[in-house]
């Protein structure tokens, strides 16, 4: 007879705050927006178990017999951002956005707790020359390139990375131990990923067809990874007496590629509408560089129902390798 008990608890709250101001002067537009944002995340568990109980009918782990199993965890989460946006438009021709934003994560330790990003764009609707008017006639409805640059963070990592945890484990039958659960990386930061874009737009014949055409560089600075160690430091293997790598700022990552999108509306009337969509993209990413470990990050151990994957430098992430077949000869049997 078995019993077991569980008690689950998270509590979420988010507090946000936006002033936006916009004006013009004759035929400049302007746009000034501040704003702050921040959340917590709280959890907490308690689990009790135990065997041995007087019958099926009682459900109630302290009754029972055997020695109790008991196990309990809790956690918190935060992140505090400020930010501003400022447009700008000058007769719907020119337009320019800069942002700038101020990030906080508890994921990170004190020292690098904050970080700023910054990112620029700027776009010519060129469909509102005069020139091009005269030139394209009435067959081009909408003309635009887009252009710009921008910086994002990254603090998906999970809480604690940068200090240690605590667990127990048996030392016999009797004997309680406690070790840590991962090795801590005090200097850990902020992943920066910049990212350039370059874009077309464009709709024809009164918006019966358009073209949306995208190229774009991705570069992940600082990429938060785990640092690969050998496994003689008990950093791989079965997950109960793991001792976990360090995570840190280890990789760099980019991602090149193109999107293109085609969209049309031969048909539209109130009584049939044909609309037709075409997407394509291609993209290509490899690993550029390392710092503080090796020429190649290997994940997976293979024990069980690991997976390993392997990502080597100058080449595509994640990659898979396997043992090829076949026929093995010398150059003499050739």
Not at 32 to 40: C, I, N, P, V
Not at 186 to 194: G, L, R, V
């Amino acid at each position: 007879n078995f019993a077991s008990w569980q008690k689950n608890t998270s509590k979420y709250w988010q507090f946000k705050n936006y002033i936006t101001y916009n004006g013009s002067i004759k035929k400049h537009s302007f746009t000034a927006m501040l704003g702050q944002e921040a959340w917590r995340s709280d959890w907490d568990y308690t689990y009790q178990a135990n065997a041995n109980l007087p019958n099926n009918t009682i459900h109630l782990p302290s009754l029972g017999s055997s020695t109790p199993s008991i196990k309990s965890g809790f956690g918190v989460t935060t992140m505090s951002s400020f930010f501003t946006r400022e447009t700008y438009n000058y007769d719907d021709r020119y337009l320019a956005t800069y942002t700038f934003r101020r990030d906080g994560s508890s994921n990170f330790g004190p020292e690098n707790r904050w970080a700023s990003f910054h990112s620029f764009a700027a776009s010519w609707r060129f469909s509102n020359e005069k020139f091009i008017k005269s030139i394209a006639g009435k067959w081009l409805s909408n003309g635009k390139i887009r252009i710009g640059w921008g910086q994002t963070g990254n603090a998906n990592i999970g809480a604690y990375k940068w200090g240690t945890t605590v667990t127990k484990f048996l030392v016999g039958q009797t004997s309680v131990a406690y070790r840590p659960t991962n090795i801590p990386n005090t200097s850990i930061k902020w992943e920066t990923q910049e990212q350039t874009n370059i874009g077309l737009d464009l709709r024809l014949f009164n918006d019966k067809i358009g073209f949306t055409l995208d190229w774009y560089n991705k570069v992940s600075n600082d990429m938060l990874m785990p640092l690969q160690l050998p496994s003689y430091m008990g950093t791989q293997g079965n997950g109960s007496s793991r001792l976990n790598a360090p995570w840190g700022n280890y990789g760099k990552i980019k991602n090149t590629g193109f999107e293109l999108a085609v969209n049309a509306h031969p048909i539209a009337n109130k009584n049939f509408s044909w609309d037709t969509e075409f997407n394509i993209s291609w993209n290509k990413n490899k690993l550029v560089g390392l710092s503080g470990t090796t020429n190649a990050n290997i994940i997976g151990y293979g024990q069980w129902n690991d997976v390993v994957c392997v990502s080597n430098i100058g080449k595509p992430l994640y990659q898979f390798w396997s043992a090829g077949c076949g026929r093995w000869q010398h150059w003499w049997c050739q």
